[in-house]
């Protein structure tokens, strides 16, 4: 295949497992500071994916939460083909991510409601699920040994 510009159009998406967090991109700033973002991969490619409201509403939940363990976050975002999300961190590195991203996850699973699921805060305030969320959760968690194995 022709080498493109963005890292993960070079991702052969057959050969990966998830769930599985890998690192998609690393960037040294002119500062020396590092820009490093992660691939959290939910949902085997082109097999299954999460539904809209499930992936809205844990990328609130984790855009929220993580912030209360971490000021590193600098974005968490969902993937168009809803599969997993992109988290960009400001120089957290592998182990360290995946503890910060265990600690979000569990308070996912103990938070009682989506944060800013509103017309006032969100563009879409409606198109959310609380319990969606927390059962995807729940199933990334429960494979959290497997995290680390991104192929096949
Ligand atoms: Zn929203």
């Known amino acids: 295949m022709k080498k493109m510009n963005v890292e993960s159009f070079n991702l052969d998406h057959r ?10 991109d690393r960037k040294e700033l002119p500062g020396g500071d590092t820009l490093i973002k992660y691939d959290v991969r939910f949902s085997q490619p082109n097999e299954s994916h999460l539904e809209m409201p499930a992936i809205h509403s844990i990328e609130h939940l984790t855009a929220e939460h993580m912030r209360n363990h971490t000021e590193a976050l600098i974005d968490f975002s969902p993937m168009g083909c ?4 992109y988290a960009l961190m400001l120089g957290v590195e592998d182990a360290d991510f995946k503890d910060l991203l265990e600690a979000t996850f569990k308070d996912i699973l103990a938070a009682d409601e989506v944060p800013a699921a509103n017309e006032v805060q969100c563009g879409w305030g409606a198109n959310h699920s609380l319990e969606a969320a927390k059962s995807a959760v729940q199933d990334f968690l429960d494979e959290r040994a497997a995290w680390d194995v991104v192929t096949k």
Request: charged share 5%; hydrophobic share 50%; no cysteine.
């Open 82 to 85: 809803q599969t997993g999300f």
């Open 15 to 24: 050969s990966v497992a998830a769930p599985y967090v890998r690192i998609a």
